[in-house]
């Protein structure tokens, strides 16, 4: 299976509701990083949570991290149409390369 | 500080030409990686280099593909002999040296997407 797996696969809700979105992953990592990625553009980096972190703030985004379970979670809350995207969780294992899950696409209805 | 730079942004191919992809990375970093996307899935590292070093390789096609950051100018992408299973968007990211491994961000250029037709 993959490194990096988001769960769900599709998220729809209404302006103004919280999402959550799963990830859930198989080795150590020494990191993990969340990104958003625009239809047809590129990736935006959104937060990087440490293995020795178990949460992190940034503004509307709360990221969590259970090592023990392997899986992270990124909340969004008092979501705007402006982050419908795809949303990515990439771990960061030996080495330096980033193993991506296949994504979680958010739209969010006005 | 200009982002991370990739061009073209969109390049069309017939099968057997070759591409070139560039990418020139953030000012003061001397990491850069490259991935591919294929459509609705997500993206796969491919290799990841220093100036004028391969670091990591194992996610390039053993075949036809190839990939340098020489000590001066973009990092470069080669794809030799293009076939249509080689359309997808392909991103560069870069990251500074770090004081460890791995625990820096990567900062991704806006790709470019290849089309072979």
């Known amino acids: 299976s993959q490194q990096g797996e988001e769960d769900p696969q599709a998220l729809s809700i209404q302006e103004g509701e919280n999402a959550t979105m799963n990830c859930s992953y198989k080795?150590?990592?020494?990191?993990l990083q969340w990104y958003r990625q625009n239809s047809g553009r590129g990736l935006v980096h959104l937060i990087l949570?440490?293995?020795?972190?178990r949460e992190k703030h940034s503004g509307r985004l709360r990221v969590t991290l259970d090592t023990s379970k392997k899986s992270s979670s990124l909340l969004i809350t008092a979501s705007r149409a402006a982050d419908t995207a795809s949303y990515f969780c990439?771990?960061?294992?030996?080495?330096?390369?980033?193993?991506f899950g296949e994504g979680t696409q958010l739209t969010v209805n006005p | 500080n200009a982002g991370v730079m990739q061009n073209p942004r969109h390049l069309v191919r017939r099968r057997g030409q070759e591409a070139r992809l560039r990418c020139s990375p953030m000012k003061g970093h001397s990491h850069v990686y490259w991935y591919r996307q294929l459509p609705e899935e997500g993206l796969k590292f491919m290799v990841y280099l220093q100036k004028e070093n391969i670091i990591d390789e194992s996610g390039m096609p053993k075949e036809r593909f190839s990939a340098e950051f020489p000590k001066e100018g973009p990092s470069i992408l080669r794809i030799q002999q293009v076939v249509r299973g080689d359309s997808a968007a392909y991103f560069c990211?870069?990251?500074?040296?770090?004081?460890?491994?791995?625990?820096?961000?990567?900062?991704f250029g806006p790709g470019t997407r290849l089309t072979v037709l």
């Open positions: 080795t150590s990592i020494n990191n």
């Open positions: 990211a870069s990251s500074p040296p770090s004081s460890g491994r791995g625990l820096d961000t990567q900062y």
């Open positions: 949570i440490r293995s020795n972190e």
């Open positions: 990439a771990t960061v294992t030996s080495g330096s390369r980033l193993t």
